[in-house]
């Protein structure tokens, strides 16, 4: 059964904690996990742990961005419909509107040296975030052969290849594996009442979407003022249904699309963007909102027409994951009975933990040999997995050695 919505007071504290998770997930999808266990399970019981690996194995399943969708699970779980909204809200709007600022004044970002010199502490936080993460996890998840097999061949198949399709191959290859092992032969299958739960217009809609913004932008005059707009939506949208691997695949995508193929914008103004991205808390995807604003601002639109092309990005890149995610998760109780469906599930987080692992790697190869940054790192994974300090004093500490030296 589903869990029915808690005390509203408890909705207070659910709140506050997005907040807080918002304002301290710095290191991307990764570090959100870990994050998301110590905000919502370790200290506020909100869902058991097991709940959450559930919600981020769908997650990983389905287009869009994870962390995004875990969250919002996570908040379905706790207040339904009208919680998961806030929370969606809550956990994107102050990063997207940093970044459509930071497009609305491009030519700021030249001068922000010391706003780097601030930050320049939160690199080997973040990377004891997701160690943390890693180990946290990697404890639970990694209780088999198959399971540790199947994390170690992640974590080479992203060091070496390094493409955007080893994600969803990956979290395809890991949920088949384990449920062709570890489904019982004998075991049959639990009939239930999934499809009587999907509303087929509900469908036509979300991909009907998605063809109406196609025609209009094809057919509408290049020269209305409209036609940016609604062929950015029909961009944004079509990314949303198609990436899968979070904001480590949707970058290079948006690069490719944005600066090679349809010359939006730059690539030095699109490479600025990401790199004041990556010193920012919250959703990876967020970065959507420099791209639209900026790309109105070149092509001649104002103050209004930015403000519009950064509320573009970020609402149509988010709007299909959040869609599929509220879409799936009321009758996810039921879904995952099924046995070759809830066997899948320990491959598909066996992978994500590979993913984690890779990702400390990728990230912590730059930092070269920095002995003050391993330092802050160690002390950072410390004092996570040792003391009841959370996150954000860390965060605020790193910030304040930044910018005290």
Same mark, same amino acid.
């Given at each position: 059964?589903?869990?029915?919505?808690?005390?509203?007071?408890?909705?207070? =504290?659910?709140?506050?904690?997005?907040?807080?998770?918002?304002?301290?997930?710095?290191?991307?999808?990764?570090?959100?996990?870990?994050?998301?266990?110590?905000?919502?399970?370790?200290?506020?019981?909100?869902?058991?742990?097991?709940?959450?690996?559930?919600?981020?194995?769908?997650?990983?399943?389905?287009?869009?961005?994870a962390s995004t969708q875990t969250l919002v699970g996570i908040a379905w779980k706790v207040g339904k419909l009208k919680l998961a909204i806030i929370t969606f809200l809550i956990w994107i709007l102050p990063t997207a509107t940093i970044m459509t600022f930071a497009a609305i004044s491009y030519a700021l970002l030249d001068q922000k040296q010391k706003f780097n010199d601030i930050l320049e502490y939160i690199q080997p936080i973040a990377l004891g975030i997701v160690a943390?993460?890693?180990?946290?996890?990697?404890?639970?998840?990694?209780?088999?052969?198959?399971?540790?097999? =199947?994390?170690?061949?992640?974590?080479?198949?992203?060091?070496?290849?390094?493409?955007?399709?080893?994600?969803?191959?990956?979290?395809?290859?890991?949920?088949?594996?384990?449920?062709?092992?570890?489904?019982?032969?004998?075991?049959?299958?639990?009939?239930?009442?999934?499809?009587?739960?999907?509303?087929?217009?509900?469908?036509?809609?979300?991909?009907?979407?998605?063809?109406?913004?196609?025609?209009?932008?094809?057919?509408? +005059?290049?020269?209305?003022?409209?036609? #940016?707009?609604?062929?950015?939506? *029909?961009?944004?949208?079509? +990314?949303?249904? =198609?990436?899968? /691997?979070?904001?480590?695949?949707?970058?290079?995508?948006?690069?490719? *699309?944005?600066?090679?193929?349809?010359?939006?914008?730059?690539?030095?103004?699109? #490479?600025? /963007?990401?790199?004041?991205?990556?010193? #920012?808390?919250?959703?990876?995807?967020?970065?959507?909102?420099?791209?639209?604003?900026?790309?109105?601002?070149?092509?001649?639109?104002?103050?209004?027409?930015?403000?519009?092309? /950064?509320?573009?990005?970020?609402?149509?890149? +988010? #709007?299909? /994951?959040?869609?599929?995610?509220?879409?799936?998760?009321?009758?996810?109780?039921?879904?995952?009975?099924?046995?070759?469906?809830?066997?899948? =599930?320990?491959?598909?987080?066996?992978?994500?933990?590979?993913?984690?692992?890779?990702?400390?790697?990728?990230?912590?190869?730059?930092?070269?040999?920095?002995?003050?940054?391993?330092?802050?790192?160690?002390?950072?994974?410390?004092?996570?997995?040792?003391?009841?300090?959370?996150?954000?004093?860390?965060?605020?500490?790193?910030?304040?050695?930044?910018?005290?030296?």
């Amino acid at each position: 059964m589903q869990n029915k919505p808690i005390a509203a007071k408890k909705q207070w =504290l659910f709140i506050r904690n997005v907040i807080f998770f918002t304002f301290t997930s710095f290191g991307g999808a990764q570090a959100h996990l870990a994050l998301l266990l110590k905000y919502f399970v370790q200290s506020t019981k909100f869902i058991s742990e097991e709940e959450l690996l559930e919600l981020n194995a769908l997650a990983q399943v389905l287009p869009g961005p994870a962390s995004t969708q875990t969250l919002v699970g996570i908040a379905w779980k706790v207040g339904k419909l009208k919680l998961a909204i806030i929370t969606f809200l809550i956990w994107i709007l102050p990063t997207a509107t940093i970044m459509t600022f930071a497009a609305i004044s491009y030519a700021l970002l030249d001068q922000k040296q010391k706003f780097n010199d601030i930050l320049e502490y939160i690199q080997p936080i973040a990377l004891g975030i997701v160690a943390y993460g890693a180990w946290k996890l990697g404890k639970k998840v990694l209780s088999s052969q198959v399971s540790i097999f =199947l994390a170690t061949a992640s974590v080479i198949a992203t060091l070496v290849l390094r493409n955007a399709y080893v994600f969803p191959l990956s979290i395809l290859i890991g949920g088949m594996i384990s449920s062709a092992i570890e489904t019982p032969k004998e075991e049959t299958e639990l009939r239930v009442k999934l499809f009587s739960n999907i509303n087929p217009r509900k469908l036509i809609y979300f991909l009907g979407a998605l063809l109406l913004f196609a025609l209009v932008g094809a057919i509408i +005059n290049r020269t209305s003022p409209f036609s #940016l707009p609604i062929r950015l939506l *029909e961009n944004f949208y079509r +990314n949303g249904i =198609l990436v899968f /691997g979070g904001g480590q695949v949707l970058v290079p995508l948006m690069f490719t *699309e944005f600066v090679e193929m349809k010359h939006y914008l730059p690539s030095s103004g699109f #490479l600025s /963007g990401f790199a004041l991205q990556q010193a #920012l808390p919250g959703p990876t995807f967020s970065f959507t909102s420099y791209l639209g604003a900026l790309s109105m601002k070149n092509f001649g639109y104002g103050l209004w027409g930015q403000i519009l092309g /950064g509320l573009i990005g970020v609402i149509g890149i +988010n #709007l299909p /994951g959040l869609i599929l995610v509220l879409f799936i998760v009321p009758f996810w109780d039921d879904l995952k009975k099924i046995s070759r469906i809830r066997h899948s =599930l320990s491959g598909i987080n066996a992978v994500s933990v590979g993913f984690i692992i890779a990702a400390f790697v990728l990230l912590l190869i730059p930092m070269g040999f920095n002995w003050i940054f391993f330092g802050i790192m160690i002390a950072t994974f410390l004092l996570l997995n040792f003391t009841k300090i959370s996150p954000p004093i860390i965060v605020l500490a790193g910030i304040l050695i930044g910018y005290i030296f």
